[in-house]
C-alpha cells in the first residue's frame, strides 16, 4: 500500500474514531444529566451499602421501621434479595393490608435482625417458615435490624395504641441487645427513642460501609457507580476466600473479642460505656418487664426466644449466660420459653463446617439453613 494511501486511511479511522467518541462522549453526558435531574442529591445507580436503603424509615417515636408496602430489592453484605412489607411495615410474604382485627388468631413476632431475617427473602426465613407451618394464623413479624428491649416495648405499645390486635405476642432477644441497650438507645425528655452511638470510640462493625469516590470519579454517577462496584466485587471475591482461621482473629468477623456478642463468656468485654454489661442487662430487663406489665394489661401472652451467634457456639456454652438470664427471667412471665442454643450446639457437635453450613460467611445472621435450623426447633416447641 502506498505511502500516502497510509495516510489517507489513518486520518479516515481518526476522524471515525473522533465522531464515535464525540456521540459517546455526548451520550454520557445526557444520561448523567437526565440522572442528576431525576436525582439531585443522591447517586440512583447505587443502593446500599452505599446509599440510605428506602425500605428502612426513620419512625419518631422508636427510631426506625421498614417502609410499608416495599416490593423490591435490598442488599445485605453483598447479597442482593428481595423483600415485601405489608401495610403496617412488616417483612412480610406480600404487599397487603393487615386490618386491625384478624378473624384468624394472630401471633406478632418482634426482635431485631435476626428476625426480620437479614439477607433473605421473607420464605427463607425462620418466621416466614413458621407462618408457612401454621396457614390458620395470622403472622406478623415486626422485628428490624438493630432493634432492641426498648424498641420492642415502644413499637408493640406504638401498635397497641393503634388499635392493632394480636393474640400472642413472640420477643426474640438477640445478644447484641445488651449493648445496644448500653450504649445506642435513649429514651429522649419526649419519651420517644432516641438512636445513636453514645460511646463514639466504639463503632459498630454492622455500620454502614463508606466508600469516597476517587476525585475524577466524584461529579458522574456512572463512573462513581463503576468504581463502587468493582470495589464491592473485589471485596466479595475476598471474602470467599477467607478461611476460618483468619475470620477468628483478633477484630475479624467470627473473633472471640468481637464486643457485641462477647459479654455472654467475657466479664471485660468491651464498649459498654459507663453503664457496663451489667447495666446493659439490666435495662434489657427493665424493658422487657414494662412490656410484660403492658400486654398483661391486655391479656396477651408473652414467649420469649434466644439463639446462639457464631462466637457463643465457638467461645461460649450450651447453657450461654444469654440464656440462663432469658429462661430465669421468663420463669413466672412466659407463656413459653424458646431456647435454640441446644439443636445449635448439636449441629455444630455433628458438623465441622457448622460456620459455613449456619450462617452467611463472614457475617454473623443465619443463612437460609440456619433460619431452617431455628425454624424446625420453633415449630416442633410450639405445637
Known sequence: ?????????LKNAAKIAAIN?????????????????????????????????????????????????????????????HIRTNALGFKDGVNRDVPLRSDRRRILFIGDSFTEGAGLPYEQTFVG???????????????ASSYAPSVYFMKIKSLLDAGLQFDEAIVYVDISDIQDEAIYYRYGPDGTIQWTNFEKKCTSPEATLVIEPSWWARPFYILEYLEKDRFMRRALKDVRNVSVAELRKPGMSYAP????????YDAKAQCYGPMGIEGGIAKAIENMDRLHALLSERGIPLSVGVYPWPQQLLYDQENSRHAQIWRDWCANKCRKFFD????????????PDFLKDLY????????????????????AKYR
Open 1 to 9: 500500500m502506498k505511502t500516502s494511501n497510509i495516510t489517507q486511511w
Open 21 to 81: 467518541a464525540g456521540i459517546f462522549l455526548g451520550l454520557f453526558l445526557l444520561v448523567e444529566l437526565g440522572l442528576h435531574v431525576k436525582s439531585p442529591n443522591q447517586n440512583p445507580l447505587l443502593g446500599p451499602p452505599f446509599v440510605k436503603s428506602a425500605f428502612r424509615v426513620h419512625v419518631p417515636v422508636y427510631s426506625h421501621s421498614l417502609a410499608a408496602n416495599f416490593d423490591g430489592d435490598d442488599l445485605w453484605g453483598g447479597r442482593r434479595y
Open 257 to 264: 473479642d468481637r464486643d457485641r456478642a462477647s459479654w455472654t
Open 360 to 379: 452467611i460467611w463472614t457475617d454473623v445472621h443465619y443463612n437460609e439453613r440456619g433460619n431452617e435450623l431455628l425454624a424446625q426447633d420453633l415449630i
Open 340 to 351: 435454640h442454643f441446644p439443636i445449635f450446639f448439636a449441629y455444630k457437635n455433628a458438623h
Open 129 to 143: 417458615r413458621f407462618a408457612a407451618a401454621f396457614p390458620d394464623i395470622d403472622v406478623l413479624n415486626a422485628g
